[in-house]
């Protein structure tokens, strides 16, 4: 039952995309329903990449799972890449850091946190991917910081070198927790919600592949109105980037995290919050560096003052928060207020 | 004998300050008796507010003592706003942030340190407060980066809007520690302290309303003297803002800290310098804001990179310390030593 | 059999040295054989350090060790100075901390690592080291962001003043550690390493004298050719110094460390990184100032943005990592990534 009413949203929002990109002129009706669409179509996506990872054994599913969780957020920034846009990919990789250690973390706590007192997790295991955490967003932020007094030919030697570095150590890091220390990390909580295979293996690559090119067409829909809708709204490019992007790319994961901190899996959510931050930091963000060579433009690693800003407070305190090992509602106000005061600070750039 | 002494420093030190206000002309006699004069009936205010407490039951009386607690500094802070004294004020929040994690703690842990090789305290409280005290700052720190590039209505709008975003933050703290988590919160150390009524409960009024008129009055004759005795010593304003307005107003804090330190409750001490700077971040910076309104120039929240240097450094050696949950004098010593050289940067300046 | 290749080692290297020195007018024959030389001048140095200190009783003997442990690095330095080359002392100051928390941990945990799954370390000791690591490299952080804006006489009276407290800092420490609070502090693993006395006490001595006098000797060799050797390479100063200098003056260090490493007593290792950085942040770096004055040109604290956001970012990471207690050589990968990072950086400036 439940099943069908997603099926039959998937199939809605993309047939209304689908409409709005090839019937009207509303770059804001073509911008909403292809953000709709995407939500959605993350959603299945992540859904078959967890099938197909189930019949292609732990370490190839691990290796698939950990690739394609940021899979639609990837897709998105290519097409971004491809216009030239930038600046907004960057703010988008800052947003989505913000997002997950700030938003995602903040509302899961608080959804935790109204149900449970207090909400306890593995905090050897928090420590230790808040070490992860920290070196991953550290390694982003060094680069920035020397980048910013360097010639342009430098730069982009540089933010080449630095990418190939953090995509040598996101695979040093998956042969680490999936192979040589993979019993050491598994959180209980986190196994026991694994939904298994929905669908048989066949039907799961399928899905998966259709999903993938859904997500690509109505991401190319997405960034082709983007910057029409920045422009009527008065938004800057850093502030889509960094929010409204952000917010559609990651909406699926969002969710999940939520759901289950109210089932009291807090560390399950931390897990999703914190992974995908790693994800980003280690894996797309260089990934993209490499991807705009195809398109004969470099785009370099230099962020903004604000966006470093924005990312070392939000692993600061994210890292604070877990590294103690127990959430309380209060927790996740205040992050979600940092998020909110850090929203309304690039909407005023 | 003792409580005796006490008062008749209180009126000793009062009348001293209304002489040389009325009757002399020397600016350093006027400051320096306004001053002391601050010192002990913020103390006094202090005495008044906790007895009141008593009287009002645990939720009002803790709102009280929350809401009171820096009550001397921030009515000086109102008559400096009153003179347009912006960067002062603004100096004296940074002042009062470092010198309660720097010096408060640094000499208590000291004074500890002394008597007690290592000294205990309860490290999950320590680590769930140093995340709280974390967030609180960083919440100040954000708009000062952010908002060093916005044009001024943009800035009065943004601090606005921040200060209300910390107004709520800080009763949803309020409401947490002493509603939903007051029981998680609790350090039996510090309850034990609680000297409970001395006055009946009219006196206890009595002597809050009239403290806090005379901590108004002598806050006025401290600021009216105060550019001239920073003009004749060659003093900044930021430095007197920082230094010495911040000791002025936490002095009677800064000697509770101490003295209970040096009974082997240091988990109370580091409440005390922890909780106050929260105070400071979250209540009474917003309040200021909101405060500089009425007198028809609003004062924004953009600290200089000097001051963040200072708050985000405090913070982080304050944290850094009270999370393993246990102190000795050298940690004390390089508290104070950082806090020196905070003075001689600040003095340079 | 082991000491006799030792012995030949330091006999041959300072031969050739001094053979490049006098009779060749290659500058890079002169710098990589003064540099060989070094190093196992160094070696030599540290265990006749070791051995004067058994026989001078622990007290005397524990505050050789720990003024001598980094002379090599000290000797050269004040070479340095006494060429002027200021920007050059200040690299290699920052090299020699970077270089401890990142490449001499990073590399121990990775050869730890390789052999054991995960070593533990008592982690209430790597968290009171971690929190005097802070403050000690704070203590370097803060008079630089501060001295930014002075003029030159402010600047070296703030840098005199710092040095002063910070060796004050430094005598306090080692009472700290070696009187009152030496039982809490010492770790079993690490005594159990010390190799006790290999020579009787006058030979010692006399070692030590010798060693101390050919490391001077050698390091104005190393000294007299590097600006040549810069210059033919193309490398600025700040890279020579942090990368070059710092490598040379701890390499002796570096490979205990690294051993200790694989024999499971990572605790040690970490000891060394971390105790070395205190050493040279509370010790090294204020001596120098002072040592400057004798050669009539002071030498001010302050340290370029690039060397500040380098040691900041080399605290932070390693405090993260040495704070949970345990390390497996994942965290070295990323603490070595970091590292090449750093130094690929400081190459393009």
């Given amino acids: 039952m439940k099943q069908k009413l997603f099926y039959s949203l998937v199939v809605f929002f993309t047939a209304l995309s689908a409409w709005a990109h090839y019937f009207t002129h509303s770059s804001g009706l073509q911008f ?25 054994g732990e370490r190839v599913g691990g290796f698939l799972n950990a690739t394609f969780g940021n899979a639609a957020e990837l897709i998105i920034a290519i097409f971004l890449i491809k216009e030239g846009l930038f600046d907004m990919v960057k703010a988008s990789i800052t947003g989505s850091i913000i997002g997950n250690l700030l938003l995602v973390l903040g509302l899961s706590v608080i959804a935790g946190g109204i149900k449970f007192k207090q909400q306890r997790f593995n905090a050897l295991l928090a420590g230790h991917n808040s070490s992860l955490m920290l070196l991953a967003v550290i390694s982003l932020f060094i680069p920035a910081v020397f980048m910013r007094q360097l010639n342009v030919p430098h730069i982009n030697q540089l933010s080449l070198m630095i990418s190939g570095l953090l995509i040598v150590s996101y695979i040093l890091w998956l042969i680490f927790s999936m192979i040589t220390h993979k ?8 196994s026991d919600e694994e939904e298994g295979a929905i669908w048989s293996k066949g039907v799961s690559v399928l899905i998966l592949l259709v999903a993938t090119v859904f ?38 994961e969002h969710s999940a995290a ?5 089932k009291n899996k807090i560390g399950a959510s931390v897990e999703i919050a914190v992974g ?12 993209l560096v490499f991807v705009s060579l195809f398109f004969g433009n470099q785009m370099d690693l230099v962020f903004t003052s604000y966006e470093l800003a ?15 090992g127990s959430t309380n509602w209060y927790e996740g106000i205040l992050l979600v207020v940092v998020y909110i005061i850090l929203g309304t600070a690039f909407y005023f750039i």
């Fill in 32 to 56: 909403t329903t292809a953000a709709a669409a995407i939500i959605v179509l993350a959603a299945l996506l992540g859904k078959a990449t967890e099938s197909v990872s189930h019949y292609a």
């Fill in 183 to 190: 019993d050491v990390l598994s959180d209980e909580n986190a």
């Fill in 215 to 252: 997500v690509a067409i109505t991401s190319e829909w997405l960034v082709h109105s983007i910057e029409a809708v920045a422009k009527s709204l008065g938004w800057s490019e850093i502030f889509v980037g960094a929010f409204v992007i952000a917010i559609v790319g990651n909406a699926a």
């Fill in 258 to 262: 939520i759901f289950l901190a109210m």
């Fill in 276 to 287: 995908s931050s790693l994800q980003i930091a280690l894996f797309v963000a260089p990934t």
């Fill in 310 to 324: 924005a990312i070392g407070v939000a692993t600061f305190i994210a890292s604070s928060i877990a590294r103690d």
